[in-house]
T-cell receptor
Framework: KNEVEQSPQNLTAQEGEFITINCSYS?????LHWLQQHPGGGIVSLFM???GKKKHGRLIATINIQEKHSSLHITASHPRDSAVYIC??????FGKGTKLTVNP | DSGVTQTPKHLITATGQRVTLRCSPR?????VYWYQQSLDQGLQFLIQ???????AKGNILERFSAQQFPDLHSELNLSSLELGDTALYFC?????????????FGPGTRLTVL
């Protein structure tokens, strides 16, 4: 079993929909990192969080340390949100990513 | 633009060869991380250097080695290349040495081994 599991693997949405991507991990961690990988390959850090919730624009990330679970939400999704979203935990172990496609 | 540069952008080589990938971190960042991303494996952490010293090791093969120089740039050396080494290689930098901190990723080097 992978230490970091993401779901779903693939997600297709219509523009404007609310998106949720989940990340579960099996090890104790001090922090979790959400990354976005653009279709061209570039990787951008979205959030670092160790508790509670963080918001940046239309993106919201939450973490429940006791349940070993984090979610990334995108409100009012847009085609430019199409990317692979990857979570990573504090021992630099990565999930396999969720490929999001937002159709206009 | 993250401020992290990687060269070359693309590299095509043959099995058995040796290549060197270069990474320059953001100004002021002391940590450099190297990652491999192949089609079927996702991102895999290889190795971290902090201020010239090896700080953490991940799934780095013995055929691979890295170093960080006094000016903080880093090089990843891949030798006796195999077809399975075909991948995107990213470096990332961070001001911090330990724990999980926000990292700034370079654009990657796409290595193709034929």
């Amino acid at each position: 079993k992978n230490e970091v599991e993401q779901s779903p693997q693939n997600l297709t949405a219509q523009e404007g929909e609310f998106i949720t991507i989940n990340c579960s991990y099996s090890v104790g961690i001090s922090a979790l990192h959400w990354l976005q990988q653009h279709p061209g390959g570039g990787i951008v850090s979205l959030f670092m969080l160790s508790s509670g919730k963080k918001k940046h624009g239309r993106l919201i990330a939450t973490i429940n340390i006791q349940e070993k679970h984090s979610s990334l939400h995108i409100t009012a999704s847009h085609p430019r949100d199409s990317a692979v979203y990857i979570c990573a935990v504090s021992r630099l172990v990565f999930g396999k990513g969720t490929k999001l496609t937002v159709n206009p | 633009d993250s401020g992290v540069t990687q060269t070359p952008k693309h590299l095509i080589t043959a099995t058995g060869q040796r290549v060197t990938l270069r990474c320059s971190p953001r100004s002021g960042d002391l940590s450099v991380y190297w990652y491999q991303q192949s089609l079927d494996q996702g991102l895999q952490f290889l190795i971290q250097y902090y201020n010239g010293e090896e700080r953490a090791k991940g799934n780095i093969l013995e055929r691979f080695s890295a170093q960080q120089f006094p000016d903080l740039h880093s090089e990843l050396n891949l030798s006796s290349l195999e077809l399975g080494d075909t991948a995107l290689y990213f470096c990332a930098s961070s001001p911090h040495g330990g724990g999980l901190h926000e990292q700034f990723f370079g654009p990657g080097t796409r290595l193709t081994v034929l």
